[in-house]
């Protein structure tokens, strides 16, 4: 009598539709009963895992694995999977053979980037399918980055990816969740909050309570997120930063670029705009070296460190977002005209800033293309609230 061909399935309990339709497939082929299937669906109360697994593997002849990025976003079904995968390497004597090795680890990489790519996202985001389009998105930017390998982002793959590849992922998390994930709406949550380049427990705190990374005081990992458009910028949830779980050096890192600058001001977000600007003036002036870190506001003695370079960058994205209306040079074009070293008053008063030009005013400029001519971007916070040495300084620059 012809023995049995003995098949494992593996499968999450998410995919077992998917276990259902293929046994039926199977059963078309199996009018003889050759054809013999085991899954965990077969355990007992009582059963020990391991046991049971070691035994079915064992015996059968054929392994399949059903896999998809929803049981993918399982941190124990991936445990699970991989455990399986490497009794069946010790079975077949895989570890002894470095070529048969390679091989089956290149076919594991491939199965498993065949789902990595924006069209499953896209398709899990219509379907609004939040926790599997939060996994995948991590995935992508580790693939788009060339870290798949490595799983975790250095602040330089940041820079990289936000050039053109987080617009593309933050314009179909915002369009399907209409608005309520997004990196866009993480930077904006993280800013409004009082966020700087600089950890803060506090303002961390605030932030992670305002997106809900945060509950009852407990930070939460990635299967404790509630994935509910209740907790506006929840999604997408952070990849592993710089070897480590720095979430917060991941946002910072997100925002206090250029190429953010950029985006910001092609949207016309003004106000966020002109938050972002205040933080890389002060990056631009060396105010994140030395033992101290980065230090919040500018002093006179800064102004010789400025990187003019970055200055000028910053003026252009501004310039060119407004039409000119907007931008340092804009500023210090308006201070020169007015003499401002000797009327001050009038400059501040002409541009629109209100106490002087004092930090504390900011939330009173007119953050819209109404606001006067070189209102925007503000003065970052100056030592003593003394914002002429900073402005006095733009208008020495050559903009030209």
Not at 156 to 166: C, G, N, P, R
Request: glycine share 6%; hydrophobic share 35%; net charge negative.
């Amino acid at each position: 009598m012809q023995e049995s061909i003995k098949i494992f399935y593996s499968h999450s309990k998410v995919d077992k539709e998917y276990l259902e339709l293929l046994k039926i497939h199977v059963s078309n082929w199996n009018d003889d009963h050759l054809i013999s299937a085991w899954s965990d669906d077969d355990m007992l109360a009582g059963d020990e895992w391991n046991d049971k697994i070691e035994n079915a593997l064992v015996h059968s002849d054929i392994v399949i694995f059903l896999t998809s990025v929803t049981s993918l976003a399982s941190k124990y079904i991936k445990e699970k999977d991989t455990e399986i995968l490497k009794k069946i390497k010790r079975k077949h004597g895989f570890e002894n053979n470095p070529h048969a090795k390679q091989k089956l680890e290149e076919k594991e990489r491939e199965i498993y980037e065949g789902f990595i790519n924006l069209d499953t996202l896209q398709d899990m985001l219509q379907k609004h399918q939040w926790k599997s389009a939060a996994y995948l998105t991590q995935e992508l930017m580790y693939k788009e980055a060339g870290r798949s390998t490595e799983r975790w982002l250095r602040k330089e793959d940041i820079a990289k990816l936000t050039e053109s590849f987080l617009p593309q992922l933050d314009r179909r998390w915002m369009e399907h969740s209409n608005g309520h994930f997004g990196f866009s709406i993480q930077k904006e949550i993280y800013l409004n909050t009082g966020g700087t380049p600089e950890y803060c427990e506090s303002v961390w705190n605030k932030f992670n309570d305002a997106v809900g990374w945060r509950k009852n005081g407990n930070f939460l990992k990635f299967d404790q997120l509630s994935f509910s458009l209740d907790d506006r910028g929840q999604l997408p949830y952070p990849p592993h930063y710089q070897d480590s779980d720095d979430q917060h050096g991941y946002i910072a890192s997100l925002i206090f670029n250029l190429n953010n600058l950029e985006q910001t001001l092609q949207k016309k977000q003004w106000r966020l705009a002109a938050l972002v600007t205040m933080h890389l003036v002060l990056l631009a002036a060396g105010r994140n070296q030395g033992k101290e870190g980065y230090q919040g506001y500018l002093r006179k003695e800064d102004l010789r460190n400025f990187s003019i370079e970055i200055l000028k960058e910053i003026d252009r994205l501004w310039v060119m977002s407004s039409k000119g209306r907007f931008g340092l040079s804009t500023q210090a074009e308006i201070y020169k005209g007015l003499n401002g070293e000797e009327n001050w008053d009038v400059f501040v008063q002409t541009i629109g800033w209100h106490d002087n030009g004092k930090t504390d005013s900011f939330d009173k400029l007119d953050f819209s293309l109404n606001a006067p001519k070189g209102e925007l971007p503000f003065a970052p916070a100056c030592d003593h609230s003394d914002s002429k040495p900073y402005i006095a300084f733009l208008a020495k620059i050559s903009w030209n």
